[in-house]
């Protein structure tokens, strides 16, 4: 359909959009986006889309979220940036500080504020061999960190990485719930990096046993433990943090995505000891301009404040349940991995997965792929969604399959 938008019409603004913008994917949705609130977003045709995706696990409170915009609205009176990260005492990003660190337990009590999850770990893994002294870092296959080089280099995957080769050295990649596979974890070890749930593998949960000795392992080698929760994190999984799951806490904690509220930001967290280490040898051990943008860390402390409002993060489980109880209804699903809102739900082939993705666009519901798993698609909505949404998206995705 030739929609007119600002006189140009869809079929302009594709083209516009193919040749203008940077691209990496050969097929994107092309949903042209007017407008965004709650769980919908509506395209220039008036077209509305249920977003069971938030964004890519980034909308948990929701789009546009008032109490976001309203903290947004009064910094915009306030200030914009002012200076680069860690000159100036900016009352947003004090209060961010100071709200992240009443979520967290005590030893995570110090926050660095970055742009993005990969610039997070990226300073994670920074700090983790700045603080022990080491140079060998330990991920997992099948993970995902980001796409800059460090970020690329804790990546467990071989076809993403083998066109960017030299990538960081010393980097050895163990099996997610092979405990056998942590003995690589030695004195020589400055940190592991782990998702705590891992995402685009499809959503894989530690065990409780893999886990804690994973703890324990890091405890008795003085190894960094580093949980990357930029996607699981801020109630994702029906707690705030998923490491909570688990009774686990990592050394270092990286947040990204939902964090914002809807704006870009990332942060990486430590206890006061660990951080201290980037302020000598060398000082300014990281740096950045714009990370803790006082706009952005306005709408985190607001997005923060509404998930300690309302009882979606509790809610999360039961209503991840019930969009659970509908779909395991349709025999063509092999599998439903779920923590809490985020949901893998496994197909017989890639072909199968594109079907029910397609369908569920023409219908107006937004699904998504995983990076490394073909064979299955994700969910994982806004947790502001009502139980009547959940059984209208669940009619939808059924219907599609
Ligand atoms: N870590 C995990 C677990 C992620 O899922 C992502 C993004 O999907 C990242 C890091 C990278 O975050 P960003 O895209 O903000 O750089």
Request: charged share 20%; glycine share 8%.
């Amino acid at each position: 359909m030739s929609t007119k938008s600002n006189s140009q019409t869809k079929e302009e603004r594709v083209t516009k959009f193919l040749k203008l913008q940077g691209q990496t994917n050969q097929s994107p949705y092309l949903i042209d986006v007017e407008k965004a609130e709650g769980i919908y977003i509506w395209d220039k045709a008036g077209k509305r889309y249920m977003d069971m995706i938030a964004g890519v696990a980034v909308n948990n409170i929701g789009h546009r979220h008032p109490k976001v915009i309203k903290a947004i609205q009064q910094q915009l009176d306030k200030h914009l940036h002012v200076m680069v990260y860690g000159e100036y005492i900016q009352d947003s990003q004090l209060a961010l500080a100071e709200n992240l660190a009443s979520i967290l337990p005590n030893s995570l009590s110090c926050s660095y504020i970055v742009n993005s999850g990969t610039e997070a770990n990226e300073a994670a893994i920074k700090l983790a061999k700045r603080y022990t002294g080491r140079q060998e870092i330990i991920s997992c296959k099948n993970s995902y960190h980001g796409s800059t080089h460090g970020s690329l280099s804790v990546t467990g995957n071989k076809e993403k990485q083998s066109s960017f080769k030299p990538l960081l050295p010393n980097v050895q990649f163990i099996e997610f719930n092979n405990i056998e596979s942590l003995n690589i974890i030695t004195e020589k070890s400055a940190c592991v990096i782990i998702e705590t749930i891992q995402g685009d593998a499809g959503l894989v949960k530690p065990t409780q046993e893999f886990i804690s000795t994973l703890r324990e392992k890091c405890t008795a080698t003085g190894t960094l433990l580093i949980f990357d929760e930029v996607q699981v994190g801020m109630g994702r999984t029906g707690k705030m943090f998923a490491f909570e799951h688990y009774n686990v806490i990592p050394d270092i904690l990286t947040l990204g995505k939902a964090l914002g509220g809807g704006m870009p930001i990332g942060a990486f967290i430590s206890s006061k000891k660990i951080m201290y280490s980037l302020t000598h040898n060398p000082m300014l051990g990281h740096i950045t301009t714009f990370g803790g943008h006082p706009i952005n860390c306005a709408a985190a402390n607001a997005c923060i404040n509404v998930l300690k409002e309302e009882n979606w993060i509790d809610k999360a489980e039961q209503k991840g349940q019930l969009l659970e109880n509908i779909l395991s209804q349709a025999s063509e699903i092999k599998e439903i991995r779920r923590a809490g809102l985020f949901f893998a739900i496994e197909m017989e082939s890639a072909d199968k997965v594109a079907q029910v993705v397609n369908n569920c666009l023409d219908k107006g519901l937004i699904g998504f792929w995983f990076l490394s798993t073909p064979t299955a698609f994700r969910l994982s909505p806004p947790l502001s969604i009502t139980e009547e949404e959940i059984n209208m998206a669940g009619e939808i995705i059924f219907s599609c399959i």
